[in-house]
């Protein structure tokens, strides 16, 4: 082990924070497939991104590399402006259609 | 003698004077373009005649004060690595005569357009092309190279077209037009290759070079008989030889002016021009001389022949006009070179007279143009008749009328050449003369044969259009005496001209020998003047003692009449030889390879994407779930790719 890396984070091993993340991308995968709900598909999208973040920071802590954390501050400003636009979104069709179901939002088809 | 080459001192005027001869009327044609519409008829007539003048005074002047040879170069046009073809004019004897003949010709003519064209509704248009069709001739005449010569000579292969096709809601008049076009073109092809050929050969298009680089070179190689035959075939196109004549009769269609300036002064003359401009080239390719001869002589008889049977007064004219410049061919080809140039001069003074004697005639007639429907014009046109008898008189060769010299000369070079040639030249003489008197007999003398309107149409025609015809004659009757047989001590005009042949003298000297002995002269004059008598005397016989009209249309022949009545089917003959397949070539293409492969394959394209664009629209379900799910089989397809990949 590299000896820059810290005690604390040594004390579990990389590959439990790959199946975490890999299991927190999936439910997030699950959840965009199967929810009809525009703001839980919203949620679960954040829970995929997170997962990659928890990815990211996790690689980047264990190869000292402060590169990756930086990605996770990029991401994060993404995210968080795709859901102030998202949301508002969401908000205007409830507004219209007083439903957020996304399968009612079909009317732009061919 | 004087030397060809051109002298290092160079132009002894300001460029712009010689800018302004073509220049002149090619303001002219924007002015009368441009303003078309806005003014009228009379004021586009005085500045179409006013540029013409101009250029004319300036010829004058250039002519007066005339040294040594020189060029104008007014800027570098073509220079591509080693191609250098700049821009200029050269001035010598022969671009000097051709530019009065040219300018002054054209000069007389526009003022005869004023009254003729009077009644016109395009007269702005018409004053325009004619303009446009003298700055063509005027580029073509005073350029130092091939290239600018082809510029000029396009332009008046242009504007023959839109001045033939300018009644151009006739279809019969557009389709002469583009016959007109059609024709030179195959002239032109010729024409370019040669030019194209000179270039690989002589590494220049520069007059002066060309010909300098020629004259050291053996009498007789291949490549300068391919380059002269190639440029003869460009002459033969513009200068309506055989066998490319047939667009010069239908010509016609366009107004009789412009017949007259096509047929005098300018465009077909160009072929002419050429030749004598490439004189060393020529001298250096004795086959191709012979070639010219042959077709010259052969060309003069064929279109006199045709000319006997013709009612149209206009299309009676077009065929002497083809004949006599086969006599100017027939002088090329035996070298007499400056002959050549001498029957031009004579035969522009003799035939635009004639030809605006014709229009003045189609004038007073309203519009008829039949021989048969005229008679005894002689007391309602006397201005008219008396002009058009002079040059009848100098295109049949009778002394002391201009035309007499210079046919004279050229039958006299043609019998030291080759006494068939000779022969058949004096026997197209024999002909002239009948033709011209028989439609000289047939419009003037005799009982009036048109309508009772007509009769009382009759009138001379306005001092703008006899004007002009006065002038003519005279020139037609005094402008033998250029150049006057040798029994009368040498010509002016061949001294002048001298020079332009120094080379051709130095390659050739034998073919410029052309003294005789008197006796042998005095018997060719004595030939030549007695056949044009003898065709005088026969059409008076014919026509005026025993009355003879021709038949009507419909009446029957015998073989040889209705022969020549068809000019030999020739036109026919062109149909079904070249018209005809190549446009049942073209209706095929259509139909089969157009139609049947080429469209197919386009459209085939189109509905190809479009079928695409039908198929993929079923994509856009609008459906957030299945985009979503495309969307994860995305990102899982992307992972086991890479996956494959390491």
Same mark, same amino acid.
């Given at each position: ?110 | ?74 800027? $570098? ?6 191609? *250098? ?155 309506? *030889? ?7 009769? $239908? ?58 049977? *013709? ?96 046919? $004279? ?204 664009? *039908? ?32």
């Amino acid at each position: 082990m590299d000896q820059n890396i810290p005690q604390v984070i040594q004390t579990v091993p990389l590959q439990y924070y790959v199946f975490f993340a890999t299991a927190l991308f999936s439910i997030g995968v699950l959840g965009v497939l199967t929810r009809r709900n525009a703001i839980i598909i919203f949620m679960c999208v954040e829970l995929m991104l997170n997962a990659v973040n928890v990815l990211l920071t996790a690689f980047s802590a264990y190869r000292s590399d402060p590169n990756g954390q930086v990605f996770v501050f990029f991401i994060m400003a993404v995210a968080a402006a795709e859901v102030a636009v998202g949301l508002a979104i969401i908000v205007m069709i409830y507004r219209n259609l007083q439903n957020t179901d996304v399968n009612l939002l079909n009317r732009l088809k061919f | 003698m004087q030397e060809t080459v051109i002298p290092a001192a160079g132009a002894p005027y300001p460029t712009l004077l010689y800018v302004l001869i073509p220049l002149l009327p090619f303001l002219g044609f924007l002015i009368n373009g441009l303003l078309n519409k806005r003014i009228s008829g009379t004021v586009a007539g005085l500045i179409g005649s006013a540029t013409v003048l101009g250029s004319f005074a300036i010829s004058v002047f250039l002519f007066l004060n005339f040294q040594y040879q020189y060029t104008v170069t007014l800027f $570098d046009w073509i220079s591509v690595g080693s191609m *250098q073809i700049p821009f200029s004019y050269q001035i010598d004897q022969l671009s000097l005569l051709m530019l009065l003949l040219v300018t002054g010709v054209g000069f007389l003519i526009h003022v005869y357009s004023i009254g003729y064209m009077h009644h016109d509704e395009n007269v702005g248009k018409f004053f325009s092309f004619l303009n446009l069709f003298v700055f063509s001739m005027l580029v073509l005449v005073l350029g130092a190279n091939f290239v600018i010569l082809f510029i000029g000579w396009e332009g008046v292969g242009l504007c023959s077209y839109l001045l033939i096709g300018f009644w151009n809601k006739n279809t019969n008049y557009n389709n002469a037009a583009k016959k007109a076009f059609i024709i030179n073109r195959v002239g032109d092809l010729g024409f370019l290759l040669g030019i194209f050929l000179i270039y690989l050969t002589f590494d220049s298009v520069q007059y002066a070079e060309v010909f300098q680089k020629a004259s050291t070179m053996q009498i007789g190689t291949g490549v300068i008989t391919a380059i002269t035959l190639l440029l003869f075939v460009g002459a033969t196109g513009k200068s309506a *030889q055989l066998p490319l004549y047939t667009w010069l009769p $239908d010509a016609m269609a366009g107004p009789t002016p412009v017949s007259a300036l096509i047929h005098a002064a300018t465009m077909v003359t160009a072929g002419i021009y050429m030749i004598l401009r490439a004189n060393v080239l020529f001298t250096l390719a004795p086959d191709t001389l012979e070639v010219i001869a042959i077709i010259g002589a052969a060309t003069a008889l064929f279109a006199a022949t045709i000319g006997l049977a *013709q009612n149209d007064i206009k299309k009676v004219l077009a065929y002497s006009t083809v004949s006599q410049l086969g006599y100017m061919f027939l002088a090329l080809g035996v070298m007499g070179y400056s002959t050549s140039l001498f029957h031009v001069l004579t035969h522009a003074f003799f035939k635009a007279l004639m030809f605006l004697g014709a229009g003045s005639v189609i004038h007073a007639m309203s519009n008829e143009q039949d021989l048969r429907r005229m008679g005894g014009l002689r007391k309602a046109l006397p201005i008219t008749f008396i002009t058009f008898f002079i040059g009848c008189l100098a295109i049949a060769g009778i002394p002391p009328f201009s035309g007499f010299f210079s046919k $004279d000369e050229i039958l006299l070079h043609a019998y030291q050449h080759s006494k068939v040639l000779y022969a058949v030249g004096l026997f197209t003489a024999f002909l002239t003369a009948f033709y011209m008197f028989r439609l000289l007999f047939l419009a003037f003398f005799g009982e009036f044969r048109g309508t009772e309107e007509q009769k009382h149409h009759l009138h001379e025609s306005p001092a703008s259009m006899t004007l002009p015809l006065i002038i003519l004659a005279v020139l037609a009757a005094v402008g033998g005496f250029l150049n006057a047989p040798l029994v009368l001590g040498r010509g002016y005009l061949s001294d002048y001209l001298a020079p332009l042949f120094t080379y051709s003298q130095r390659l050739n000297p034998a073919a410029f020998n052309v003294e005789v002995d008197h006796a042998t002269e005095y018997l060719l004059i004595g030939l030549s003047v007695g056949a044009g008598v003898l065709g005088i005397a026969f059409a008076y016989v014919q026509y005026v003692s025993r009355g003879v009209r021709p038949a009507e249309d419909a009446s029957q022949r015998g073989f040889l009449e209705n022969l020549v009545y068809h000019k030999y089917y020739i036109d026919e003959l062109y149909n079904t030889l070249f018209v005809r397949p190549v446009m049942g070539l073209s209706r095929g293409l259509f139909r089969y390879v157009e139609n049947g492969i080429i469209d197919p394959i386009v459209t085939s394209f189109g509905r190809l994407t479009m079928g695409g664009g *039908q198929l993929l629209r079923y994509v856009q379900t609008g459906s957030v779930e299945t985009y979503l799910i495309l969307m994860v089989v995305g990102i899982v397809l992307v992972m086991a790719l890479n996956f494959v990949k390491f």
